[in-house]
């Protein structure tokens, strides 16, 4: 065993074949990965990498698979260790063009000496479906409950605190059907409360914070630009850190990361909140393809004569409400039984917003938003899942709704998904079921 300090958990104990694996080429480039993209223009000390990150993933799930009484502790502690592998340079923010961090992740971990384990044992765990699965990524989870602790720390807010040990010593499993399900005692709903609570905040003050979104998408143009000419394989990105792709971008004189240099950011000249967009717009926007939004952006500034940049954020994915709460024979989901999860859960949709960014502030802002909408208007997208619903009026849980659509379950989700944020799909939770309906 060796052990390393850490800033969030102090002492993690680690053993010779996970140091072993730490060790490796490949995870030690994740030291040069910063977990929060371009934060640092905003709070200039969240410097923290990937790297940590995983660490404390490493350590938070060994916790929970302990209290859960997982068989293969460390099987599922080499897993988290290596859940972000993949990712690209500065994170989140260059998964462009369908770069996908998990799919590279397993394309690495294939390559990599486990020691003790093989690397489809560690892929079986990071894709499945099983209870290993959800504690590393799930609806609560120690990749979540880490950053959200970390982050918080390395920016200077106060609001990602949570109390970790608290979750821990509520986890619980129980049986539905064949499944092994997590779930949390009802003792533990104010702690599941406060880490709702806690990202939000996050989300509000640090990950969604305007300069940070304007600066990311400066960035991710950079580098879109530099593949479509065919200067950057969109696989290079999966080897490079930051400092590789930050100098090759200087190296090629890029305009945009000359201004995120300087820290000369475009400016914000229209927003769309998510109240003020009919349900059909958001639908299409929500729907509109990486290659659709790059021809409207070009469309836009050939029209204006200025680089115009959209910024359509992602639907918040507000996994912690599908928590199951255990209470005695009974359970629950949280939205059920907390009106607090309830009223984060449309405090979290309000978050969303759709924004335009040009470097001329002065732009005709009626002129721009008439013509963006009137591209957005003009798409039709159709959905499976609404014409079962105006077939049925009301379909009672999610697996009878995935049984009548005959979709693959991963397209299944995110059109259900994409749905139930427009606001065209009524998601009602009855005791342990969600019930379906038209949002009339």
Known sequence: MKVIRDSIHKDIYLTEAEIKIIDSEEFQRLRNIKQTGLTYLVYPSANHTRFEHSIGTLYLAGRMGEKLNIENLDLLRVSALLHDIGHPPFSHTLEVLGYDHEAHGKKIIKKLDLVNFSPSEVINILTGRGLERKIINGDVDSDRMDYLVRDSYH?????????????????????????????????????????????????????LHPTVRIADKMLKKAVIEEI????LRLKDLSIMDDIDLISFLRNRENKLIKKIDKRDLYKNVLTFNYSDLPNIVKWNLVNLSEEEILKIEDELSEKFGKDIFIDIYPIPTMEEHDI????????????????????????????????IYSEDREIDKEKLKKEFLSKIKEKSVKSKLLDILREYKEVEGKSKLLELSKMPYKEFQEELKKLIFSSLVKEEVRGRSYVYSINL
């Open 155 to 207: 920016t200077g807010t106060a609001y990602g605190m949570i109390d970790i040990p608290r979750i821990i010593r509520s986890l619980t499993k129980f049986k539905s059907g064949d499944k092994e399900r997590l779930g949390i005692l009802k003792k533990g709903i104010q702690a599941i409360e406060s880490l709702l609570v806690a990202r939000h905040q996050m989300y509000s003050a640090v990950y």
């Open 228 to 231: 479509i000419n065919k200067n």
């Open 324 to 355: 199951y709460i255990v209470d005695n024979n009974n359970i629950y989901k949280l939205d059920s039984i907390s009106s607090l999860a309830r009223s984060l859960k449309s405090a979290e949709l309000n978050l969303w917003n759709v924004a």
